[in-house]
Nanobody, 119 residues
Framework: QVQLVESGGGLVKAGGSLRLSCAAS????????LGWYRQAPGKQRGLVAT???????KYADSVKGRFSISRDNDKWTVSLQTTRLESEDSAVYYC?????????????WGQGTQVTVSS
């Protein structure tokens, strides 16, 4: 089991920035990927950005060049620096961890943090 706790959401004006952070605990040595997903009202949860243990990143096309993901592997934290926020970025942002145990992948989610971008 992995527990994920997010922080850093809030209300920001369009064009502004926010930094989201997530701390992982529990079976941290089983973690292979840490990252962020988001879900807006009436929409499915979708990828924002992830980073695996080798530092390979994936970004949603809509956030490339505006968002940056980073990890601290000593503290098992993952952060998302968001810039040039748009109203379409408003959503609940979920911290995500993909773990592997005996060849089986298990996914874990945080409780979510709200990001609201006002125009």
């Amino acid at each position: 089991q992995v527990q994920l706790v997010e922080s850093g959401g809030g209300l920001v004006k369009a064009g502004g920035s926010l930094r989201l952070s997530c701390a992982a605990s529990g079976s941290i040595y089983s973690i292979r990927v840490l990252g962020w997903y988001r879900q807006a009202p009436g929409k499915q949860r979708g990828l924002v950005a992830t980073m695996d243990n080798e530092g390979v990143t994936k970004y949603a096309d809509s956030v490339k060049g505006r968002f940056s993901i980073s990890r601290d592997n000593d503290k098992w934290t993952v952060s998302l620096q968001t810039t040039r926020l748009e109203s379409e970025d408003s959503a609940v942002y979920y911290c995500y961890a993909a773990t592997s145990f005996r060849g089986v992948q298990y996914d874990f989610w945080g409780q979510g943090t709200q990001v609201t971008v006002s125009s």
